[in-house]
């Protein structure tokens, strides 16, 4: 027994305070930061995986310039505060992507639909969201050979729009398969920009802006699409449409007005004129009028 009470009160003993400390293990703790977050500025490199008017949650990473990348960040902004991020299809995001379009034109000396470029918008992932994160990413990708799909590159694209508009959409070879006895694709599965001076059968003749609404079914999609399209063909060759109609050797071809890109607030179709593989182009035709094809 004797033993066992000097063991207890030894035990007891060791339990005591430490020599300076009040034995309030919470009162001498510095306080952590609060969590935060700052996308990167404009001018910004990026590398990872995007496509056009897609939403995404891929990681992105900051890189030289000067290095091989997809997006260049062109601004930022701020969402609302709510309990989660905004949806893509929903107002917050289309208001947020209407500041991004003004950004992006700023950036680029022009509107982008005018070059081989598309739009990269991004809301905060959900854990940059539960950290207090509210900034929307602006982005700018060079477009491969779908025009939906980003080209790697190197260097700037600012200013590329602007003067020279090095970064202009002129002239297009498409690839496809089902071609007809006239030479003209049944389907179409890639549209890569080239120099108009390479041989080529499209030529990018303008963007169309669908009217705001409910999104279309795709037979009214294409009864919109290509009624507009036609007429910027015609006024591109500087000929009524009449006259374009009696032309067999022109036809009309667009893209875009995409289900995603119409729910993020932009309904544009890039339209272009076409001609047969059998008479590949290797010069621009604008204001060809009624002469031949060259």
Known sequence: MAVALLILTATLAGCGNPAGTDGDLINGWFALPAASYAPPPAGTCL??????????????????????????????????????????????????????????AAYLGGDWRG????????????????????????????????????????????????????LALTCVQLTGDDLDAKGFYGAVEAVKPVACDVPHDTEFVGAWTAPAGEYPNQLRLKELAGDACYLKIAQFLGISQTQLYQRADIYTFWTGLTASQWAIGDRTAHCFLNVSTKTPLRASIRNLGTKQLP
């Open 47 to 104: 590398t990872g995986g995007v496509s056009a008017f897609e939403p995404s949650v891929v990681p992105l990473q900051a890189v030289d310039c000067a290095e091989p990348h997809a997006i260049e960040v062109v601004g930022t902004g701020t969402v609302p505060d709510a309990a989660a991020p905004p949806a893509w299809d929903s107002d917050p995001s289309r208001a947020a992507f209407a500041e991004c379009d003004k950004a992006a």
């Open 115 to 166: 070059g081989r470029l598309f739009p990269v918008f991004r809301v905060p992932l959900p854990a940059v969201w539960q950290a207090g994160g509210r900034q929307f990413l602006c982005g700018i990708a060079e477009a491969a050979d779908d025009l939906f799909a980003p080209l790697e590159r190197t260097g700037s694209v600012k200013g590329g729009l602007a003067q020279d508009r090095p």
